[in-house]
């Protein structure tokens, strides 16, 4: 037995659409972590990117568990003294839900160049309405 390898040429993408209404960031995210990494597909390979296109829907309409949506904070620093900022889940999905949800995200990709690779494949959108209608993605259903 040879251990089966994908190649880089022979990769077929698929898009998957994900509709976030009423469901859990970690749970939609974890998903679209597992569909843009390609671990869904028998021909995983841990070097290629194998993963499939992701367009996650209604992010404005995302749940988080317990306390977090009061207690979750996102930071971010400028690099200079005094330069770190901080902004809580709730004023971030007011001002952007499209990047809690790419946050969460590309926190479960690995964190080198194929990482960035897959993260470039998945198209967030706060509405209903995306511009992919083209590229039929198929639905999935999320458990919860």
Known sequence: MKT???KKGEVQREWVLIDAADKVLGRVASTAAQILKGKHKPQYTPHI???DFVVVINASKIKVTGAKATDKVYYSHSG???????EP?????ERHPERVIEHAVKGM???NTLGRAQGRKLKV????DHP?????PRE???EG
């Open 109 to 111: 990709l690995p964190k």
């Open 140 to 142: 999935i259903q999320l």
């Open 4 to 6: 089966y390898y994908a």
């Open 132 to 136: 992919h209608q083209a590229q039929n």
């Open 125 to 128: 959108y706060a509405g209903p």
């Open 49 to 51: 990117d194998t993963g």
């Open 80 to 86: 200079y003294p005094g330069g770190l900022k901080a």
């Open 89 to 93: 889940f709730s004023r971030a999905m």
